[in-house]
């Protein structure tokens, strides 16, 4: 006992103590791609992450050994951090907690009470003037002077390179074969302040699907249409958005009519309509059924020829909407080829995606993807 007495004290010196709690917190379930200090967030723990917010400028422009340029954060001035310590907040680890937090767990979750705190977090570092998002794929194709006023902080440092040229002071921008100046752009997310921002954002740039996976993080955007959702009350606490009886019944009973089917028939429609990953457990724990009653809830939705059914590997379940499959690998799971585009995913080679998260995750509120869904239907 002395010696686990002595081997705690060691520890103790090396990391650190957390103040005893006089209450206890559920223990936060995690997805596996969400480091541990966000998980902790999440459950509203009061210790702050091992991180170090990025000084101004945000990041140091750098040549790597290759073309182009890159952004690395710096850290603050100060005493030398730990090794490893991460620099700069995880924007899209974060989100995508938010995201999980947000779409896939009961509404009121106790587990779940910092997420508006570490929302506000998120916002706060989108919201600084110094911060870059990296647009990788970007084309200009209007001039220098209107692009540069929507990239970048002003008079931030840039490696010269031959082969680049500058735009303004926001732009680094890199010539192919003399035809259009393109290459790497940044974003600077405090400029996008409404939609109209946005649309000449667009308007003037050829990077429409990178913009659009940055979309709902902005102001505004997906992420921020769900923390409100949250906080509003529109779901009982305890119920699942992911339940279209709960976030929205109007919709189930449209939906039952043109069906002509019963209220949880439609709902099982909507949510594999919509959502990335209606496993059949998933579907169960969102809905509340038995296994017994979701067999019967298949059988009723099955006969009216919407969906089909099949044997498809990895999926978890046997409806699938008609149309093309695209078997993406762990950790993601294959899903309907038109949901791609609702989720603003590109697979690229092997298990790696383009998405505006680290997973295939919603990237609007629920209620809102289930409408379209619907919509698309119809179409």
């Known amino acids: 006992m002395a010696a686990v007495e002595r081997m705690a004290g060691a520890w103790r010196e090396l990391l650190g103590a957390l103040p005893p709690s006089t209450t206890r917190r559920p223990t936060p379930w995690r997805p596996t791609s969400v480091s541990e200090v966000w998980a902790r967030r999440l459950a509203g723990a009061t210790t702050p992450p091992r991180t170090t917010p990025c000084p101004r400028p945000a990041g140091s422009w750098r040549r790597p050994a290759g073309h182009g340029v890159e952004v690395r954060a710096i850290p603050q001035a100060g005493p030398e951090l730990p090794y490893r310590t991460p620099v700069g907040l995880a924007l899209t680890d974060v989100a995508s907690a938010l995201v999980w937090a ?107 699907e990178d913009l659009d996976r940055l979309a709902p993080l902005l102001a505004g955007g997906g992420l921020e249409r769900m923390m409100r959702r949250a906080l509003s009350g529109a779901v009982p606490a305890g119920g699942y958005e992911a339940d279209p009886r709960l976030s929205c019944p109007e919709l189930v009973a449209r939906v039952a009519a043109e069906l002509g089917t019963g209220g949880d028939a439609a709902a099982l429609y909507l949510q594999l309509a919509a959502l990335a990953a209606p496993t059949d457990r998933n579907v169960r724990r969102w809905n509340g059924w038995s296994t017994r009653r979701h067999a019967e809830v298949r059988a009723e939705l099955l006969a009216t020829g919407a969906v089909l059914e099949a044997k498809r590997a990895r999926a978890g379940r046997t409806l699938f909407l008609p149309g093309d499959w695209t078997g993406l690998k762990a950790p993601h799971l294959p899903l309907e080829t038109a949901k791609l585009t609702t989720h603003l995913v590109r697979p690229l080679w092997d298990k790696w995606i383009r998405s505006p998260f680290v997973r295939v995750l919603p990237t609007a509120p629920l209620h809102e993807m289930f409408e379209e869904a619907w919509r698309r239907t119809l179409g």
Do not use: C, K, Q
């Not at 506000?120 to 570092?125: D, G, K, S």
């Not at 006023?149 to 890199?174: C, D, I, N, Q, S």
């Open 102 to 208: 947000w779409t896939d767990r009961p509404v009121g979750d106790p587990s779940l009470s910092g997420a508006p705190e570490l929302y506000e977090r998120l916002r706060a570092e989108l919201d600084r003037p110094e911060l870059l998002l990296e647009l990788p794929e970007g084309r200009v194709r209007d001039t220098p002077e209107r692009i540069a006023e929507r990239f970048g902080p002003r008079r931030l440092p840039v490696a010269r390179h031959r082969r680049t040229r500058r735009a303004g002071e926001r732009l680094r921008l890199r010539t192919a074969g003399g035809v259009r100046p393109h290459g790497t752009a940044f974003l600077r997310p405090a400029a996008v302040t409404d939609p109209g921002t946005w649309r000449e954002v667009r308007e003037v740039t050829d990077l429409a």
